[in-house]
């Protein structure tokens, strides 16, 4: 298994996807630079003592509307990443004939299987990693964010999770599909699951204006938002992590944001709570469980 792992690796280093990403990444970090420093340079005309709990509480607001903005587009670069580097693990391999070479040789199918999920999460969990360090240096650098190390952490992990939820998905519909047609499938089936994220957030921007909350259209447009969450959950593991980068709670009592309805704006308004993680480890178990299964019953 571990050799399938470090092959993974190897055809990763390869793949122009992987050097698409790249050149995403770094023109991204680049005009994130340039963003937040403009971002951040505003405050400085207000004429604000850096001591004031004015320019402390202002900067940080900067901070979180920097990473909000960080995030959003880093999202969509972890998830072009781990769906299409595994979008053809299965199908592909099998038009070229990898599969039927690797056949009879003494490894278990699920074991193959297994030690190429490995190669495609851990390879994307090290990009993800890079990616948030950097993300969260940035605008360090410019304006003031969370540094409490536990909520980082934690930040992290949620969207690293993002990873395994995609990888697991996209190396199961690469059972059933070409590696074209798993790739749209599974992105398609990613921008369900954020566009009900946005529904969520438009609901509640809604509600907290609203006296009614939204009425029966609200909870109509509620209940669908919930569907395709639950259908993708990449989206609320991504508001999760927004949620616990920023410390919503205790920044709700600090500054009134609840009140103010500013917490949407940012996109943490509608975070799930943590039995939607929950939910999450076992949809991924399930995904991975079900693609091992096809896997073992496929015809090479």
Do not use: C
């Not at 793949?15 to 420093?37: C, D, E, H, P, Q």
């Not at 536990?150 to 999770?161: D, E, K, P, Q, R």
């Not at 917490?263 to 399930?286: C, H, K, R, V």
């Amino acid at each position: 298994m571990s050799i399938i792992w470090s092959l993974t690796w190897k055809e990763l280093m390869r793949k122009r996807v992987v050097l698409l990403t790249g050149i995403m990444t770094a023109a991204f970090l680049i005009a994130l630079w340039f963003i937040a420093s403009a971002i951040s340079n505003e405050v400085f005309g207000f004429g604000l003592a850096e001591d004031d709990p004015k320019f402390i509480l202002e900067m940080f607001a900067r901070g979180m509307l920097i990473l909000s903005l960080a995030f959003f587009f880093g999202g969509f670069v972890i998830a072009f990443l781990s769906i299409f580097s595994s979008s053809s693990a299965i199908s592909g391999e099998a038009e070229l004939g990898v599969l039927q070479a690797l056949a009879p040789k003494p490894l278990a199918r699920w074991q193959w299987y297994a030690g190429r999920w490995l190669g495609f999460v851990s390879f994307g969990l090290v990009y993800a990693l890079i990616l948030f360090t950097a993300i969260i240096a940035i605008t360090g650098y410019h304006a003031s964010v969370p540094r409490d190390p536990a909520n980082l952490i934690s930040a992290y992990l949620f969207f690293g999770m993002i990873v395994v939820v995609l990888v697991t998905l996209s190396m199961l519909g690469s059972t059933f599909f070409s590696g074209i047609g798993n790739g749209v499938f599974v992105t398609m089936l990613y921008g369900g699951g954020w566009l009900g994220g946005m529904i969520e957030k438009v609901i509640t921007q809604v509600s907290s204006l609203s006296t009614n909350g939204g009425g029966k259209l609200g909870e109509s447009l509620s209940n669908i938002a919930g569907l395709l969450s639950l259908a993708m959950p990449a989206d609320g593991l991504h508001r999760m992590m927004l949620g616990r980068l920023f410390n919503v709670p205790g920044l709700s009592e600090l500054i009134g944001m609840k009140a103010s309805g500013q917490e949407s704006l940012f996109g943490i308004g509608a975070a799930p709570t943590m039995a939607f993680l929950w939910y999450a480890l076992l949809y991924t178990a399930a995904a991975f469980a079900f693609g091992a299964w096809r896997f073992q019953r496929k015809d090479l």
